[in-house]
T-cell receptor, first 112, second 117 residues
Framework: QKEVEQNSGPLSVPEGAIASLNCTYS??????FFWYRQYSGKSPELIMF????GDKEDGRFTAQLNKASQYVSLLIRDSQPSDSATYLC????????????FGKGITLSVRP | GAGVSQTPSNKVTEKGKYVELRCDPI?????LYWYRQSLGQGPEFLIY????????DSGLPNDRFFAVRPEGSVSTLKIQRTERGDSAVYLC???????????????FGPGTRLTVL
């Protein structure tokens, strides 16, 4: 069974801090990795995607991918109360390249 | 530009009834996906289309669920003989091309909340 694990959480950080969200996946051949943000009662919103090992930065967000260790993380710098949401990690697996397998999500709360 | 749209936003039905949920993808997106999300869980894949054909329907839970995309744009998810366990948020997503590389990023619509009484 292909799995995406997001075991830590809920996470609470003070405003201005760095929030670090982690995700592990079971299939070593996975190719594409995504982070979605979901506000309560809303649908998932794509905020980052990464296809190659290493770091990818976009504004206050950095996605980090380590295929050897099978983890992908999301760093949010200068966290704001508006970042308070559930963050979903999603992966496409080998042989099923077009369907996303999601973790359960991590709830982030940024304290003013 | 316009994003993915879904109608209705909410649907309440009785056990045993038939429902149809509609998805209108982003213009120009060839791939369309259906997921459903239960409370406290991540979205769960149901089916995806590349053009008019269902390329992978392995996530449909049973034969009460069926989806079509007759002209390669709008898609309808159909659920027969609804059961209380079908209650969830049904999400549609589209991408420019199939996932697995650049252009394969999936963008979600607002969802349809289905409640089966």
């Amino acid at each position: 069974q292909k799995e995406v694990e997001q075991n830590s959480g809920p996470l609470s950080v003070p405003e201005g801090a760095i929030a670090s969200l982690n995700c592990t996946y079971s299939d070593r051949g996975s190719q594409s990795f995504f982070w979605y943000r979901q506000y309560s009662g809303k649908s998932p919103e794509l905020i980052m995607f990464i296809y190659s090992n290493g770091d990818k930065e976009d504004g206050r967000f950095t996605a980090q991918l380590n295929k050897a260790s099978q983890y992908v993380s999301l760093l949010i710098r200068d966290s704001q109360p508006s970042d308070s949401a559930t963050y979903l990690c999603a992966v496409t697996y080998t042989g099923a390249n077009s369907k996303l397998t999601f973790g359960k999500g991590i709830t982030l709360s940024v304290r003013p | 530009g316009a994003g993915v749209s879904q109608t209705p936003s909410n649907k309440v039905t009785e056990k045993g009834k038939y429902v149809e949920l509609r998805c209108d993808p982003i213009s120009g997106h060839t791939a369309l996906y259906w997921y459903r999300q239960s409370l406290g869980q991540g979205p769960e894949f149901l089916i995806y289309f590349q053009g008019t054909g269902a390329a992978d329907d392995s996530g449909l839970p049973n034969d009460r669920f069926f989806a079509v995309r007759p002209e390669g744009s709008v898609s309808t998810l159909k659920i027969q003989r609804t059961e209380r366990g079908d209650s969830a948020v049904y999400l549609c997503a589209s991408s420019l091309r199939l996932a697995g590389g650049p252009g394969g990023e999936q963008f979600f619509g607002p969802g349809t909340r289905l409640t089966v009484l």
